[in-house]
């Protein structure tokens, strides 16, 4: 007799990938939905590690710039780093993708800390696969999924847009870059118009939070 699984709730325990916490923008969304649903946020040394090499290896951030901004992140956005303390783990999360067994032995490890479901924050679905995961009580999303959650309760796409943009920018005016890039010099400003949001969402992979805010939208012109 197979076990159906329902849609869980989402925890109240958020631990980050490495691919989350690389975009600046898909940070502060995730600190947006992390105030709507009173939720901490985790990570480890080796997620932090990964995120910052890489903004680096691609130019995203000047290495003295990554530096700073790794020892001020955690209290930018009200997160915990915890211990490397994964290994124990590793055997219980095999039905995950080799190269990210680390980020769900260390949702395992924090869900036996605080006794309670976690949720593993990643663009990879594919290599978490959901069933096994719900077994030990961990919940995968992908920061699309979970705006989608967050909306289903507290509704209106484009306020939560707004707000991530305003966290954005008092996050900026506490840690600017000292040395920016060329890619952070030809970045393009953040959306200001629902089309410029539309197409600002399909880019980065947001299709079912830009479904939402176009119907959102089209019933209030219709209205």
């Known amino acids: 007799m197979s076990v159906v699984f329902g849609k869980p709730d ?13 975009s600046e923008w898909t940070r502060w969304l995730v600190v947006t939905l992390a105030k709507r649903h009173q939720a901490t946020l985790y990570w480890t040394p080796q ?13 995203r951030l000047h290495p003295d710039d990554a530096v700073a901004q790794r020892a001020a992140l955690p209290q930018l956005m009200d997160a915990v780093v915890l211990p490397q303390a994964h290994q124990p783990y590793l055997v219980d999360v095999r039905s995950v993708d080799e190269k990210d067994r680390h980020v769900a032995a260390s949702a395992l490890a924090l869900k036996h800390h605080v006794q309670a479901p976690v949720a593993i924050l990643t663009w990879n679905l594919k290599d978490f696969p959901r069933k096994p995961l719900l077994k030990l009580g961990l919940v995968r999303f992908s920061p699309d999924e979970l705006c989608l959650e967050s909306l289903k309760k507290q509704g209106d796409a484009l306020s939560c847009l707004v707000q991530t943009v305003a966290e954005m920018n008092s996050a900026l005016l506490i840690h600017r870059p000292i040395y920016p890039t060329v890619y952070q010099v030809k970045a393009a400003p953040l959306p200001t118009d629902l089309d410029e949001w539309l197409a600002f ?19 209030t012109r219709s209205g």
Do not use: S
């Not at 989402?10 to 690389?22: C, E, G, K, R």
């Not at 997620?47 to 130019?59: D, F, K, P, Q, T």
């Not at 969402?201 to 019933?219: D, F, G, Q, S």
């Open 201 to 219: 969402l399909a880019r980065n992979k947001m299709h079912r939070t830009a479904k939402v805010l176009y119907k959102e939208n089209c019933i």
């Open 47 to 59: 997620i932090e590690n990964e995120c910052y090499r890489n903004l680096v290896r691609l130019g």
């Open 10 to 22: 989402v925890p109240q325990h958020w631990l980050l990938d490495a691919n989350v916490l690389f």
